[in-house]
């Protein structure tokens, strides 16, 4: 109840009928003329930051592709985190959206398994490790893609402080590529080494001469292992 804007004793404002009532204005209440009167109740909100959720739409990128990120995302008192999650017409699979992971220097910090967004809000020059589960599908959510996101910036201008403005890049890629610079094509595999000893085929195929293949299915916290063999005959050897 507002107690402290009507000039009257019991907060209440008196008027001669209701289209007279004007807040806080009050005619006199001992006044047997003023019939109608009015009190008004206050209520008490608190903003809980936590609960609010803003997104920024960015689009969809196709590979190679660049965006801005909207001046909004980066100006505001409000913390933006930037997610992307992996989409083709020609895959029915669907993906979470990205969280970032350990990176390999991390794991002897006792940080491995913590995960964590990408504040665009406060960017610092750094390489960070993206992964994504599939959501729908016959591996029951074991199988991930990884990406790499590379965060630089270069200095543009100074304010009026002397300071520097950054332009920020951020850059998203493969975390593991391999190039083929022999003069043939060759067949390649990549196996990865679990917690549990066993070893899990993250990619394989034929890449020609001067060509670079991009792998996302492995993740480089783990061991892995790379098995090349050249086209037109050539027989595997274990060289000791």
Same mark, same amino acid.
């Given at each position: 109840m507002d +107690?402290?804007?009507?000039? +009257?004793?019991? &907060?209440?404002?008196?008027?001669?009928?209701?289209? &007279?009532?004007?807040?806080?204005?009050?005619?006199?209440?001992?006044d047997s003329r003023n019939t109608a009167r009015q009190r008004r109740w206050l209520r008490n909100r608190k903003l809980i930051a936590e609960d609010l959720k803003h997104e920024i739409s960015v689009g969809l990128l196709q590979p190679g592709e660049t965006a801005p990120l909207p001046l909004s995302g980066l100006t505001q008192s409000v913390q933006y985190f930037l997610q992307l999650r992996p989409w083709t017409s020609a895959n029915s699979c669907e993906y979470s959206w990205s969280t970032v992971v350990d990176r390999p220097r991390q794991q002897d910090v006792g940080r491995k398994g913590q995960c964590s967004n990408l504040c665009v809000s406060a960017l610092s020059e750094s390489e960070e490790l993206l992964c994504c589960s599939e959501m729908h599908g016959t591996s029951g959510g074991s199988h991930k893609l990884w990406f790499s996101v590379s965060i630089q910036s270069t200095e543009i201008a100074k304010d009026i402080h002397s300071d520097a403005i950054q332009d920020w890049c951020l850059a998203v890629k493969?975390?593991? +590529? $391999?190039?083929?610079?022999?003069?043939?094509?060759?067949?390649? &595999?990549?196996?990865?080494?679990? &917690?549990?000893?066993?070893?899990?085929?993250? !990619?394989? =195929?034929?890449?020609?001469? =001067?060509?670079?293949?991009? $792998?996302? !299915?492995?993740?480089?916290?783990?061991?892995?292992?790379?098995?090349?063999?050249?086209?037109? =005959?050539?027989?595997?050897?274990?060289?000791?």
């Open positions: +107690t402290k804007s009507p000039n +009257t004793a019991d &907060s209440w404002i008196y008027a001669p009928d209701v289209e &007279s009532l004007r807040w806080p204005e009050s005619f006199d209440p001992r493969s975390p593991l +590529t $391999i190039s083929n610079f022999l003069p043939l094509a060759a067949e390649y &595999s990549v196996l990865e080494m679990q &917690s549990s000893g066993h070893f899990l085929a993250c !990619s394989r =195929g034929v890449f020609l001469s =001067g060509k670079t293949v991009q $792998i996302y !299915s492995a993740d480089i916290r783990n061991p892995l292992f790379l098995s090349l063999l050249p086209q037109r =005959g050539w027989l595997p050897i274990h060289v000791r």
